[in-house]
């Protein structure tokens, strides 16, 4: 921690990465690697991957935001949902309707428990893949082969979300993963 930073930002902006990528199994040579846009990051709980993609949030860094609402300083945070081709790295697709979720913009607890920060909470956006379908946090959810949403909600989840059969399934709740129906 550097003179100044707190060590909640110090924290953040260690949970953050400025590349995603791969590397062959054998050799260990450079596969691909993806580069958020810029002043963006991608956090290590919004990578997820299934049939042949990889899906990650491009996003206005949480360490960046955390500060600046300490700092009463206005940011705005900009989200985009992002496939990639798991073999080559090739974008696949876009999605800018990405909703802000609490973990982009709050406090964590860290004070209580530092591993609130790497595992998440309920609330955080945690991408899921299954069934064909991306899910951030319990809040939304988006077609695998095409990007395009779902559904949408504002819940509080209560648990991280998983994918069960065709549901999603969190604390009290339990959503059809297509839908988004109760």
């Known amino acids: 921690v550097t003179a ?7 924290l953040l902006w260690r949970s953050e990465g ?11 040579a450079l596969r691909w690697l ?13 990578i997820a991957h299934g ?24 940011v705005k945070a900009e989200l985009t949902l992002v496939a990639l081709d ?10 800018e309707d990405v909703p802000l979720l609490r973990d982009r913009y709050a406090y964590s607890r860290l004070d209580s428990n530092v591993t609130h920060l790497f595992m998440g909470l309920p609330n955080w956006g945690h991408l899921v893949y299954g069934k064909g ?7 939304a959810a ?3 082969l095409t990007g395009q949403k779902l559904w949408s909600k504002t819940i509080a989840p209560g648990k991280l979300p998983m994918i069960h059969n065709d549901q999603v399934i969190t604390g009290a709740h339990a959503f059809d993963l297509r839908t988004g129906e109760q």
């Open 4 to 10: 100044g930073q707190g060590a909640e930002s110090h």
């Open 133 to 139: 379908t991306v899910l951030l946090g319990a809040n």
């Open 86 to 95: 798991l073999a080559t790295g090739a974008e696949r697709w876009r999605q």
């Open 18 to 28: 400025k590349a995603v990528f791969a590397i062959e199994k054998d050799s260990g």
């Open 51 to 74: 049939d042949g993609s990889l899906y990650l949030i491009d996003g206005t860094s949480k360490a960046d935001l955390v500060r600046a609402r300490r700092r009463n300083q206005p």
């Open 34 to 46: 993806y580069r958020p846009t810029e002043k963006r990051s991608v956090a290590n709980i919004e």
């Open 142 to 144: 988006y077609d695998g």
